[in-house]
């Protein structure tokens, strides 16, 4: 399956350095944090797209290739890093799994790329963006742990489901980011 | 100012007669890093080409003035885009035709030296990977070994030369390269000669290379001779050629030895290694020349950009054939080993015959350095 973008552009057929020379141009017409899809038929695209996002800042989140196309996906930098997060009910990477065996749901608000190329199995789906238009997916008995790559988007929606009515939310920190137990890319 | 092409073959008389050259690498760090082009006197500057796209302002104080800059990249594309930049800085600049891409497919032929009666011996040397290739030539005969997969090289020289190749052999199943043997012999109709305990996989016909096995080249009869010598594949198998050359093919190298894992048996074959190296080729004449088919390093290429030195020196200088002990040979042949080459399973396969990737897959599969030695 296609996953989402919010930018698509195209590469096919074009040799180095064309793929970055116009990836780059594309991203100043990409908002933060959302994400460029690169279509390209290069392989040495692979290793480039990589290197250039770490050394921009960009988020790298990966590739899938289908008859010979590469569809790389790249989310642009936002300030994640630096925010200061407000919500106060947190819980740790650590601690998660166990938690949430105990009845609570993890709740997953990267975006549907993101989660694709790697979320904690049996996580749910909800993209920081779509939330309020779906909240009535989610249970207010119920335990919910917040988690996204650094803790930045998970911190505004605990934010944004305690204003709804949700009491027993909690940000996980560090997140997906420095996650170290399984990962899953079933959607 | 301007922009002027460099082929590979002007940077290969470049490192053979120990010229200088700044080399501005623009593929990203983990490539230049694994694999670039070595040279006695070259200078590098690596810095991806997607850092240079606002402008080349920042490098241009690094660039030297008194000698030649060529800028590479993996296939052409970037080095072009940066040299027009720093043309336009008001520079004088090269880049390399076809990137790094030709620079491994490029194959100098040297001549090594005369053999009786007239033949000479010819080591194709391919710098970008490390890969050695022979052709024997003795009164309109040609005899290869070795040979790399850029086949026509080997055709075209023996057109050149006026021979007719009769003899195709591959020392062993090669893990780091595609052979080209197979594909001359069925060129030429020449005979295609490989170690059975090697293929015993292989899906096409050829005849077996046995130890003891002579084949004669031209009228004056130069011989070639099968020598088996396992230890870097269980059929690994030496040439001697006019009894003046030793071809060790993977076996024994300039500066290091051959690496016993390729085809996943290291514990197994280590002790064929230490046997062929130290007692086998110790019975032989040590004024042979050994020719092998690989070099490392470039400190490996003699003055005339030839891989080859006296067998009684590698006796004295050459670590690999110098460690008493035989559980620290044990030890230095299959713990610490460098990494495997690229793709070499599926190079194997390709060499087995069992699958036959396009040109630009094989391409993809030889990208890097060989990494066939321990040292």
């Known amino acids: 399956m296609s996953l989402k973008a919010d930018v698509q552009l195209d590469c096919k057929g074009l040799a180095c350095p064309m793929p970055i020379v116009k990836t780059k141009k594309a991203m100043n017409d990409v908002s933060d944090g959302q994400i460029l899809e690169v ?149 | 100012m301007t922009v002027i092409k460099m082929t590979a073959a002007e940077v290969a008389r470049k490192v053979i007669e120990n010229k200088e050259l700044f080399i501005l690498d623009v593929r990203n760090k983990d490539a230049f890093e694994d694999w670039k082009i070595e040279g006695h006197s070259f200078d590098y500057l690596n810095i991806p080409y997607f850092d240079l796209l606002d402008g080349v302002d920042e490098i241009l104080p690094k660039l030297p003035t008194d000698k030649d800059v060529l800028v590479v990249c993996a296939k052409e594309g970037s080095s072009l885009m940066v040299a027009e930049m720093v043309s336009e800085a008001g520079r004088d600049v090269f880049y390399l035709e076809g990137g790094m891409k030709s620079w491994s497919a490029y194959l100098e032929p040297i001549k090594v030296g005369n053999l009786t009666g007239g033949g000479e011996l010819y080591q194709f040397v391919r710098l970008g990977k490390g890969c050695l290739s022979y052709m024997v030539i003795s009164e309109g005969e040609a005899a290869i070994i070795d040979a790399v997969r850029f086949t026509e090289v080997f055709t075209n020289f023996a057109k050149e030369k006026n021979v007719e190749i009769k003899h195709v052999f591959d020392t062993h199943l090669h893990a780091d390269h595609i052979s080209g043997g197979r594909h001359i012999a069925e060129a030429t109709g020449a005979t295609y000669y490989l170690p059975p305990k090697d293929a015993e996989e292989v899906v096409f016909d050829y005849t077996p290379l046995e130890d003891g096995l002579t084949v004669k080249v031209g009228a ?24 003046k050359y030793l071809l060790t093919g993977d076996i024994l190298f300039i500066d290091s030895i051959g690496r016993p894992d390729l085809a996943g048996l290291a514990e197994d074959w280590v002790g064929d290694l230490r046997e062929t190296l130290y007692r086998r080729y110790r019975e032989l004449a040590e004024d042979l020349i050994v020719l092998p088919a690989h070099f490392m390093i470039i400190e490996e290429l003699n003055e005339d950009g030839t891989v080859a030195k006296r067998l009684g020196d590698l006796f004295a200088e050459n670590h690999g054939l110098n460690i008493e002990s035989e559980e620290e040979f044990r030890h230095t042949v299959t713990d610490n080993l460098p990494p495997q080459p690229n793709a070499y399973e599926q190079i194997r396969q390709v060499n087995m015959g069992k699958i036959t990737p396009d040109n630009d897959e094989q391409t993809e599969m030889e990208i890097g350095p060989n990494r066939c030695a321990v040292r």
């Open chain 1, 39 to 187: 279509q390209a038929t290069d392989k040495g695209s692979i290793a480039d797209l990589k290197a250039w996002s770490e050394s921009i800042g960009h988020q790298y989140i990966g590739n899938k290739e289908e008859d010979g196309v590469i569809r790389h996906y790249i989310r642009k930098s936002g300030d994640d890093h630096e925010s200061e997060k407000k919500f106060e009910q947190t819980i740790t990477n650590e601690e998660v799994i166990d938690r949430a065996a105990n009845g609570g749901i993890i709740l997953d608000v990267r975006e549907q790329a993101e989660y694709a190329f790697g979320h904690i199995e049996g996580s749910k789906s909800i993209p920081m963006g779509e939330l309020e238009d779906r909240l009535d997916e989610l249970d207010k008995d119920q335990e919910i742990y917040v988690i996204c790559r650094t803790g930045t988007r998970s911190d505004l929606a605990a934010q944004k489901l305690a204003e709804k009515g949700f009491t027993k939310v909690y940000n996980v920190l560090p997140g997906m980011g420095s996650w170290n137990g399984d990962l899953s890319k079933k959607l």
């Open chain 2, 220 to 243: 004056s009869q130069i011989e070639v001779g099968a020598l088996y010598s396992p230890g870097h594949t269980i059929g690994s198998t030496s040439f001697i050629v006019d009894s």
